[in-house]
């Protein structure tokens, strides 16, 4: 990747409803169980609850307070959301507004990939000029989900992670980054105007393993580096067994794979940094680390990046 100008993430945060749905409380009105839920995909309670902005404006606060950054000082705000709080305006502009950012705001939708595909565009807002960015995934999966469909009610969570992204001399933390879409696959996973979010989920997690390792590979590739010098895989957390094939079929050891599905399910937009929030506060990742972002989602989309953590 050529650049003169990169980003380094000085500041994260998340926010989750305080509402916790256990594999239970679904099974009072599903005809579903804690034992099926839990070996068929990993998760064992979701947060429900509040709006994409509301979601957003919290992660993005903390995130800021933990950069030690003022609203006015930051040039944008880029939100991955696919549950918008309404069709128009941008939940950006809601968001820009419930913080206080003086400068621009846009969505960013690409599904689950959303998160990598915002950071990626925001490197290329450094690259031209921009000093600081606040990079945002949220979502509200609940308001989408039809509560009586087995199918996907016991996959979706609500929730938010948040990153400020500071420009720097230099390439900065971004190696690599590869963004990829297939829309001929756009009906495996939709959800119309005023309808529920569907998805055929054998066919999305046999395709989602192949884009995901064959994506990462490049992205890993791209940045000069072999699989043996990654030392944290933050993936998109749709299904446990998902992120366990593609880490068998990439070679990387599980123990390397951030993992919180078991907490919060599928979150879309807000799965990756949620993740990657988690392996920071919790000492797993540091300086100097090489850590690898991949994700994939409706579209199909997908998403893989390689950073050098602080640059
Ligand atoms: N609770 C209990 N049983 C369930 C169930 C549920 N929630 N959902 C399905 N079942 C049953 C099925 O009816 C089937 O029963 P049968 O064998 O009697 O026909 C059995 O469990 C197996 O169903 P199947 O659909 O083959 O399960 P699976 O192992 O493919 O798991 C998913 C289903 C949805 C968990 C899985 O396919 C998946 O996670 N796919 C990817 C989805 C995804 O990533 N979506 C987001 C993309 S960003």
């Given at each position: 990747m050529i650049t003169t100008r990169g980003g380094i993430v000085t500041g994260w945060g998340i926010a989750v409803p305080d509402k916790v749905v256990t594999n239970d409380d679904l099974s009072v009105t599903l005809d579903t169980n804690d034992a099926w839920i839990q070996e068929r995909t990993g998760i064992r309670e979701r947060r429900i609850g509040g709006t994409t902005s509301q979601l957003a404006i919290e992660a993005g606060l903390a995130a800021l307070a933990k950069a030690g950054r003022?609203?006015?000082?930051?040039d944008a705000v880029i939100l991955a959301t696919t549950?918008?709080?309404?069709?128009?305006?941008?939940t950006s502009a809601t968001v820009q507004d419930g913080i206080g950012i003086t400068g621009g705001a846009f969505d960013v939708n690409a599904a689950c990939s959303g998160f990598v595909y915002a950071l990626s565009v925001a490197h290329g807002l450094l690259a031209i000029g921009a000093e600081r960015l606040l990079v945002i995934g949220a979502e509200t999966l609940s308001r989408i989900t039809?509560?009586?469909?087995?199918g996907v009610a016991v996959l979706v969570g609500d929730g938010a992670g948040a990153v400020v992204l500071e420009a720097v001399d230099?390439?900065?933390?971004?190696?690599s980054w590869v963004l990829g879409a297939d829309?001929?696959?756009?009906?495996?996973l939709k959800c119309d105007h005023g309808g529920y979010l569907y998805m055929d989920g054998k066919e999305i997690f046999r395709k989602a393993v192949r884009v995901v390792v064959d994506s990462a590979e490049q992205a890993i590739a791209e940045a000069g580096l072999t699989v043996d010098d990654i030392d944290l895989i933050v993936p998109h957390q749709a299904n446990l067994r998902i992120i366990t094939a593609a880490c068998q079929r990439l070679g990387i050891p599980e123990e390397k794979a951030v993992v919180v599905i078991d907490r919060y399910g599928n979150t879309s937009s807000a799965s990756i940094p949620l993740a990657l929030v988690d392996a920071l506060d919790t000492g797993r990742l540091e300086k100097g680390d090489h850590v690898l972002l991949t994700g994939f989602g409706g579209g199909m989309t997908w998403a893989s990046a390689v950073l050098h953590w602080g640059g």
């Amino acid at each position: 990747m050529i650049t003169t100008r990169g980003g380094i993430v000085t500041g994260w945060g998340i926010a989750v409803p305080d509402k916790v749905v256990t594999n239970d409380d679904l099974s009072v009105t599903l005809d579903t169980n804690d034992a099926w839920i839990q070996e068929r995909t990993g998760i064992r309670e979701r947060r429900i609850g509040g709006t994409t902005s509301q979601l957003a404006i919290e992660a993005g606060l903390a995130a800021l307070a933990k950069a030690g950054r003022r609203p006015d000082e930051i040039d944008a705000v880029i939100l991955a959301t696919t549950t918008p709080d309404q069709m128009v305006p941008a939940t950006s502009a809601t968001v820009q507004d419930g913080i206080g950012i003086t400068g621009g705001a846009f969505d960013v939708n690409a599904a689950c990939s959303g998160f990598v595909y915002a950071l990626s565009v925001a490197h290329g807002l450094l690259a031209i000029g921009a000093e600081r960015l606040l990079v945002i995934g949220a979502e509200t999966l609940s308001r989408i989900t039809d509560w009586d469909e087995r199918g996907v009610a016991v996959l979706v969570g609500d929730g938010a992670g948040a990153v400020v992204l500071e420009a720097v001399d230099g390439p900065g933390q971004l190696l690599s980054w590869v963004l990829g879409a297939d829309g001929s696959l756009r009906h495996l996973l939709k959800c119309d105007h005023g309808g529920y979010l569907y998805m055929d989920g054998k066919e999305i997690f046999r395709k989602a393993v192949r884009v995901v390792v064959d994506s990462a590979e490049q992205a890993i590739a791209e940045a000069g580096l072999t699989v043996d010098d990654i030392d944290l895989i933050v993936p998109h957390q749709a299904n446990l067994r998902i992120i366990t094939a593609a880490c068998q079929r990439l070679g990387i050891p599980e123990e390397k794979a951030v993992v919180v599905i078991d907490r919060y399910g599928n979150t879309s937009s807000a799965s990756i940094p949620l993740a990657l929030v988690d392996a920071l506060d919790t000492g797993r990742l540091e300086k100097g680390d090489h850590v690898l972002l991949t994700g994939f989602g409706g579209g199909m989309t997908w998403a893989s990046a390689v950073l050098h953590w602080g640059g």
